[in-house]
């Protein structure tokens, strides 16, 4: 059955923007960009990375766009913290809640935070100790739930183990990436099984990359199956910078369009949404990703 609401997780800011080669977003954009997200409706927005700028320069102002955004009450503006100095940052930058992120692949995480999984794991007990102490709620990522660029076929085991160990060290919620958008609806269905075996579905939300075009597919297949938060990108922004031909996230309004047609409410206005879309594609120099917007047309 479906769920009646639906909460998006709007990672534009943060998976969107984190990939854009070439010039440097200002952080002025950034800060507009979260401020008409939520002016849409948008209760979910992971606005910053505090990781190394060195790794990701496109995230080093996180600080400053934290700082500047001007917040409005009710709506979560989190971040991604890989370690404890990422998350002392975090919540000097006043946060509403933080991420942390591993892998179902050993390969990739080594790759994306230099360290095994296991490792990771370690790293993010004191971190998460931590952030309780502070108030500070922590969601937890697992990318390559679906497939991996190095290692290939994950095992949907394997991905329970991992989403296992996170909800046990005290995520809150466990967000599946299908970092480069390899799945096809029945592995999704398939993998989102056997992480229910360990996670209930209630704490479980789904993060697909549409890089072959299967994302919205995927989503009507886990939705069916009783997930009820999801993670998508306003225009389609993003990527991944450590794995290789990641496209970027699922839209936002594309997400949207199908929820509204499922009569599923997740309190975003479409108009403004696509407008946002279109006037973030503009900055960047292009044209909205998304179908929804192409169809409904920039102004
Ligand atoms: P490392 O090099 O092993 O770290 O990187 P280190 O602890 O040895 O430190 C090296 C340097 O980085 C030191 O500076 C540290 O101070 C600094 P130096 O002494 O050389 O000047 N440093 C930091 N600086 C700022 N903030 C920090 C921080 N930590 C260390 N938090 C590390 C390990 C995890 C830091 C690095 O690998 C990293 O930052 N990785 C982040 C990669 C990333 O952001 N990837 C994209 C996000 S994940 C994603 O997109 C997937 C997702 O969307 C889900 C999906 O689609 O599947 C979430
Ligand atoms: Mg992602």
Same mark, same amino acid.
């Given at each position: ?24 977003? $200002? ?5 507009? *960009?979260? =401020? &008409?997200?939520? #002016? %849409? +409706? ?6 910053? /990375? ?69 490792? $990771? ?5 004191? *971190?998460? =100790? &931590?952030?309780? #102490? %502070? +108030? ?6 697992? /990318? ?83 997930? %009820? ?71």
């Amino acid at each position: 059955a479906f769920p009646q609401q639906v909460r998006l997780v709007e990672v534009g800011p943060r998976d969107g923007l984190q990939n854009e080669p070439g010039a440097v977003i $200002s952080t002025a954009i950034k800060v507009e *960009l979260v =401020e &008409r997200l939520a #002016d %849409a +409706g948008l209760r979910h927005i992971e606005a910053a /990375s505090f990781v190394s700028p060195k790794w990701v320069p496109q995230m080093a102002d996180g600080a400053e766009v934290m700082a500047r955004i001007d917040r409005r009450p009710g709506v979560i503006y989190s971040a991604l913290t890989p370690n404890l100095k990422g998350l002392e940052a975090a919540l000097a930058a006043n946060v509403s809640e933080v991420a942390v992120f591993t892998a179902a692949s050993d390969a990739f995480t080594q790759k994306n935070i230099n360290c095994s999984i296991a490792e $990771s794991l370690e790293r993010f007990a004191p *971190l998460i =100790e &931590r952030a309780r #102490d %502070a +108030g500070v709620p922590v969601r937890g990522y697992v /990318s390559t739930v679906l497939g991996c660029p190095y290692a290939g076929e994950i095992a949907p085991v394997q991905v329970a183990g991992v989403c296992r160990d996170l909800y046990q060290l005290g995520c809150y919620e466990i967000s599946l990436g299908d970092t480069i958008g390899v799945g096809t609806p029945l592995k999704a269905k398939r993998m989102l099984e056997a992480v229910a075996r360990e996670v209930p579905v209630g704490n479980l939300a789904a993060h697909f990359h549409d890089t072959y075009g299967q994302a919205l597919a995927n989503l009507y297949a886990v939705v069916e199956e009783g997930i %009820a938060v999801i993670d998508s990108s306003v225009s389609g922004l993003g990527g991944c910078p450590y794995a290789k031909g990641a496209s970027g996230n699922v839209a936002t309004e594309d997400v949207l369009y199908l929820l509204n047609g499922l009569g599923i409410d997740s309190g975003v206005d479409l108009d403004k949404l696509v407008a946002t879309s279109c006037w973030i594609s503009e900055q960047l120099g292009r044209t909205p990703a998304s179908r929804v917007a192409q169809a409904l047309g920039c102004s």
